[in-house]
């Protein structure tokens, strides 16, 4: 029986870590324990036999020593060696150091990483850093402000009636919610706008992979339109601020619209592009409106976020008038694109027959 508990003891002692059991710390207290253990269960000729009476009293000193000699030895430099743990400071120090200035210089705190993705110091043209992580220099552009605003696609067959009328609807409730706050309206409804452009990139890119086939382009041109509403969003979120009602509206209505354009889209392609088309007809009045009341001076004309000059490539001075004129030409450009892609499937082709409007954003 006490051949079998010292084994156990043994094979407890070996399963667990070295480190907690050091030599050092057991060498001045050893011989002291071993006599309170003797004090405690009596004559160790009746408890311990022979030689393994040595053993087991060392195996007990060590399990009683366990708790203090690991204390001492987390707190104290010893387990790795003071000139080992300094290297590792060194190196950590030097890796995140080199993560932070990789990050672009925007207070971000260094990662340590060994993958080997850490992205690269990107400039301006000018030389200046790059501030921004959401989007790079070369996803700028400038916006063509002399696209035509007032084209209208007048509906004629069932389905044009159907997402015209859907869309007039459901514009009523927005006008009684949000009246004339225009800056709050805007950023709003872009948590709306940037949805079907993502769903139909996804259920394309769905449809790419099981048919093995190309989308023309399609599925790029869709989700570039969900990340250009995306960054909207972005950009009046530095104008205006939603309250806590408003975030939780828009948990409701992003939940409804994401699931009725998702199955819209997966019966009627043609309905969901038209319906689209006519979201962006409205977006168009709404900005129109919007420019109006900056003219008047009923919203204060603020200098133009930071964002918004970098992302569209605007003069430094430009004001918030400057940012709801490229916004509206860009609700123009999505307009088009949307009209055109229903009209392909009206004419009873698919969209990978026809190549997308690529290159504008």
Not at 58 to 74: E, I, Q
Not at 128 to 155: Q, V
Not at 241 to 254: C, D, M, N
């Amino acid at each position: 029986m006490i051949r079998s508990t010292t084994r156990v003891a043994r094979a407890v002692l070996c399963h667990m870590d070295p480190r907690y059991f050091s030599t050092t710390a057991l060498h001045g207290g050893a011989a002291s324990d071993v006599q309170a253990i003797r004090g405690v269960f009596g004559s160790t000729t009746t408890f311990f036999h022979g030689n393994l009476a040595q053993s087991s009293e060392k195996v007990l000193v060590g399990c009683m020593r366990l708790p203090a000699v690991g204390a001492a030895r987390k707190a104290s430099t010893l387990a790795l060696g003071d000139k080992q743990q300094e290297e590792e400071k060194k190196v950590q120090g030097g890796e995140t150091g080199g993560a932070a200035a990789a990050g672009g210089g925007n207070n971000n705190k260094g990662i340590v990483s060994y993958w080997g993705v850490e992205p690269a110091k990107i400039t301006k043209e000018d030389g200046s850093e790059w501030r921004w992580n959401c989007f790079k220099p070369w996803e700028t552009y400038k916006t063509d402000l002399s696209i035509d605003l007032k084209k209208h696609h007048a509906p004629v067959t069932f389905l044009d009636k159907v997402a015209y009328w859907t869309v007039k609807s459901l514009r009523f409730p927005t006008d009684i919610f949000f009246q004339r706050r225009y800056g709050c309206r805007a950023m709003m409804l872009e948590t709306v706008a940037a949805v079907p452009g993502m769903i139909g990139g996804m259920l394309l890119h769905c449809k790419s992979l099981r048919r093995f086939e190309h989308s023309g382009g399609w599925i790029k041109a869709l989700l570039e339109e969900a990340e250009n509403e995306r960054m909207h969003l972005m950009t009046f979120m530095e104008v205006s601020q939603p309250r806590w009602y408003e975030r939780a509206l828009v948990f409701t209505v992003q939940g409804v619209f994401f699931n009725a354009y998702f199955l819209t889209y997966l019966v009627s392609p043609k309905l969901a592009h038209r319906v689209v088309g006519y979201l962006e007809e409205e977006a168009i009045h709404s900005y129109t409106e919007f420019l109006k009341e900056l003219d008047k001076g009923t919203i204060e004309n603020v200098p133009a976020p930071a964002i918004a000059i970098d992302y569209w490539r605007m003069p430094p001075n430009s004001t918030l008038r400057d940012v709801v004129m490229v916004v509206r030409a860009d609700e123009a450009h999505h307009r088009d694109v949307n009209h055109f892609a229903s009209d392909i499937h009206y004419q009873g082709h698919e969209l990978k027959e026809s190549p997308a409007p690529l290159g504008y954003h």
